[in-house]
């Protein structure tokens, strides 16, 4: 235990702590030692029991709107982190779904240029008959023209 010494309503006064808790052990008193003079200030002398405690008074007040306070500011973050993590959760399944509809989309190509090249493919096919086929009717009809033909 550590002893220091802290001065209240100009009296002096020796208070025992844990060790490294001096310094704020005098700033605590300061503090205390500061509404006291406030409120002493403001209400005369009307003895020092009374000012004492209306001063614990004053502060317990303040420091049960600090916790309000506190308690607000909690519930707030936790407020923003349920939006957080609900528009968290609708952008991964916003990309999610994109992700789908662009595989969904890649797949309609492929089969699109599928479609395609079989369709060249069968366009060739019809043009290479469709040519030996007039190429015969040609033969058979004029057989001189054969040896121009080719």
Do not use: W
């Amino acid at each position: 235990m550590a002893n220091v010494n802290i001065k209240f309503n100009n009296k002096d006064y020796l208070l025992s702590c844990d060790e490294g808790q001096e310094e704020n052990l005098k700033d605590l008193a300061s503090h205390l030692d500061t509404k006291y003079a406030e409120l002493k200030k403001n209400l005369g002398n009307i003895g020092e029991n009374k000012l004492l405690l209306i001063t614990a008074i004053k502060i317990i007040d303040d420091y049960f709107d600090l916790l309000k306070k506190v308690k607000s500011t909690k519930s707030d973050f936790q407020k923003l982190s349920d939006k957080f993590k609900e528009l968290r959760s609708l952008a991964i399944n916003y990309k999610d779904e994109k992700e789908l509809e662009i595989e969904k989309l890649k797949n309609e190509l492929d089969e699109f240029k599928a479609m395609a090249e079989k369709n060249k493919i069968s366009y060739e096919e019809t043009l290479e008959k469709t040519t030996k086929s007039i190429e015969k009717f040609i033969e058979s009809t004029h057989p001189e023209l054969e040896k121009n033909i080719q």
